[in-house]
Structure formats: C-alpha cells, structure tokens
C-alpha cells in the first residue's frame, strides 16, 4: 500500500479513508496527502493509465 512521500508506479490512486482519486504521473511522481481529507495510505485503482 504506497504511502505519502513514496514514488510508485504511475497510475491512479484512491484514498482509503475518503475514495479521493489522486494521479501519479510524470509531472506528479511522488504521492502527496489526499487534497480531500489529508490521508496518506492509498490503494492503486485496476486498469489501465
């Protein structure tokens, strides 16, 4: 589960406390707190990018 200051694999991520939707691409490569309710544990959303 990528947290907060960690570099994972782009993609989408969901907060596990809010479902808020967060990119993580080459312009935003590192994982920042939910914009929504400051979380910092996500999940990687299934699919593709």
Same mark, same amino acid.
């Given at each position: ?13 969901? *907060?596990?406390? +809010? %479902?808020?939707?967060v ?10 707190? *939910?914009?929504? +309710? %400051? ?11």
């Amino acid at each position: 589960m990528p947290l907060v200051g960690s570099k994972p694999e782009k993609g989408i991520y969901k *907060c596990i406390v +809010c %479902d808020q939707k967060v990119t993580v691409d080459y312009r935003n490569p590192i994982l920042n707190f *939910c914009p929504k +309710c %400051d979380g910092i544990n996500f999940i990687k959303m299934e699919g593709d990018f």
